[in-house]
């Protein structure tokens, strides 16, 4: 592939994830301008690495294991104090034995997704450690796969798996505690 033909294809692939690099980005750093900042860093680090992506594979996970590196390198070096958040105040079944008397029976998730709304959720998965956060909104609000998840973060299927069960209880209380409020 030449030059000019490698760039257009360049400019086509990346036209197609962007919003959902903007949507990953802006979970990551839980900030708009800063969302844009580094998304615009990993493409120009897509750009620069191109020749190194193998036409046929999926460049949508390539693209997006670049945007987390380069949030990872940058956080570190502006390590800043995160807020923990400690969720496990109230234990897991009085929330849920609450619920169940406000509510009956039925799917927890779909009847807070329903009551709450996505922009709740949404703001849920903002408000989650970090490492249950990505997994998480990577998960749940822009639909990818376990094994995409893998692939773009770098870490071990179990562990994409593991993140999302824990991270799933903290939304769960989190939201159970808004819906009862």
């Known amino acids: 592939m030449n030059k000019a033909t490698s760039e257009v294809e360049f400019e086509r692939l990346i036209a197609e994830v962007l919003d959902l690099a903007y949507g990953v980005a802006r979970r990551l750093t839980r900030n708009g301008d800063d969302a844009e900042d580094l998304v615009l860093e990993a493409v120009l680090q897509a750009k620069k690495g191109f020749h190194t992506f193998?036409?046929?594979?999926?460049?949508?996970?390539?693209?997006?294991?670049?945007?987390t590196n380069v949030f990872y390198k940058s956080r570190a070096k502006n390590r800043r104090a995160a807020a923990e958040t400690d969720i496990n105040?109230?234990?897991?079944?009085?929330?849920?034995?609450?619920?169940?008397?406000?509510n009956g029976e039925g799917d927890v998730e779909k009847i807070l997704e329903e009551r709450l709304g996505v922009e709740a959720i949404s703001k849920a998965i903002d408000a989650l450690p970090e490492e249950f956060r990505e997994v998480c909104a990577m998960y749940f609000l822009e639909d990818l796969s376990y094994q995409h998840i893998a692939e773009i973060?770098?870490?071990?299927?179990?562990?994409?798996?593991?993140?999302?069960?824990?991270?799933?209880?903290?939304?769960?209380?989190?939201?159970?505690?808004?819906?009862?409020?």
Not at 54 to 59: A, M, R
Not at 91 to 100: I, M
Not at 162 to 173: D, M
């Open 153 to 181: 973060l770098g870490i071990p299927l179990g562990t994409v798996r593991s993140r999302l069960h824990r991270g799933r209880a903290q939304l769960q209380r989190m939201l159970m505690e808004e819906a009862l409020a």
């Open 54 to 67: 193998e036409p046929g594979t999926n460049f949508k996970a390539w693209f997006l294991k670049i945007l």
């Open 89 to 102: 105040e109230l234990s897991e079944r009085s929330l849920y034995d609450r619920w169940k008397e406000g």
